[in-house]
């Protein structure tokens, strides 16, 4: 049985976390960082796939980057179809400073952060981006970092990339992270890229042991990296979902390691775990609309809670190929917060 319930989805800050490895990754932002402080400023690019560490490195940069002043964005995939929405939440703390560029480059840029009627023109806009960054670094070096940029509005990816091809002499450096794989892409043209791939070895060790607090046997750690790539998600994952024993090798690997759908195939892995239905487990969901997307043949029931709030357009809880799949009501509770919880069971 797998049963759907509470689908979300969410970025974590990872500031503070101890990184394991990643010395040549580390050493390449620290020098675009020190160019951008000695007046010589330029944009990096970190791309990988999904839970390979790129927002973790990102973290891990601000760290380093005290003297800095930060700025920073995302992109967003509900917010995507919204015309500089990135641009907008990243020029924000900015936003004093637009009345001292040249008047057409602030009228469009107050246009493009949605502070005026119209649209404004684009060009002038990514002028105005590229003035404003080049303003605040007169008074501090700058670093702006923005992270999932595979999911930036069109408009904000446009301007941020003419500002990257743009600097020079300018204390700014600018760190995109960027995942592969999606089916959004970011497209950096030739802008320097980072690709980061699995941690190995002694990083795998150290990765790993942070996890588990357990002295993890180096042949079941090569085995985790082989059947992970060494993607740090899926170790993290593994690590609290392997018991002492196993990570030890006083008890086998489980065959095949139990990963989410963050990694491999997931719909073949739900196939998998329901043939183990024997042992009495259900498999419960709770990923993106995506992941949901991708198991819906799989999936026997729903647990739905409605609220009474109107949002706008939000992330599909199902994302993916039209495919109607028909429940019918198991149960419904209403609260008198108007809350209402509804447990259904798949049809066909
Ligand atoms: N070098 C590392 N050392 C320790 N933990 C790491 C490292 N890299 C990543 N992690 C951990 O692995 C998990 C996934 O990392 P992260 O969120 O940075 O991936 P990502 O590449 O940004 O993925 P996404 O494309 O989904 O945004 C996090 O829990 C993070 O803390
Ligand atoms: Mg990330």
Redesign the pocket.
Known sequence: MITCAGVFTG??G?VG??????DPERAAIAALLDAARTGSGGALVVR??????????LGDVLATALDLRVLRTSGVESESPLAFAALQRLLWPLRTRIDALPAPQAAALRAAMGETEGEGDRFRAFLGTLSLLADAADEAPLLVVV??AHWLDDASAAALLFAARRLQAERVALLF?A?DGDARQFDAGDLPTIV?GG?TGA?THA?LS?HTRTDIDPAARDQLVAGTGGN??AL?ELAGVLTADQLTRRAPLPTPLPLTGGVGDPLALVRELKQQEGTGLDVWLCGGGKLAGALLPEIDELVVKNYPVVAGAGIPAFDGAFNPAVFHVAERTAFPSGVTLTHLTRRY
Not at 48 to 55: E, H, M, N, P, Y
């Open positions: 970025a974590f990872t976390l101890v990184l394991a490895g990643r990988g796939v999904a839970g390979v560490g790129k927002s973790a490195l992270d999932d992270a995942r980061l941690v990083d990765l942070e740090p998600l993290v």
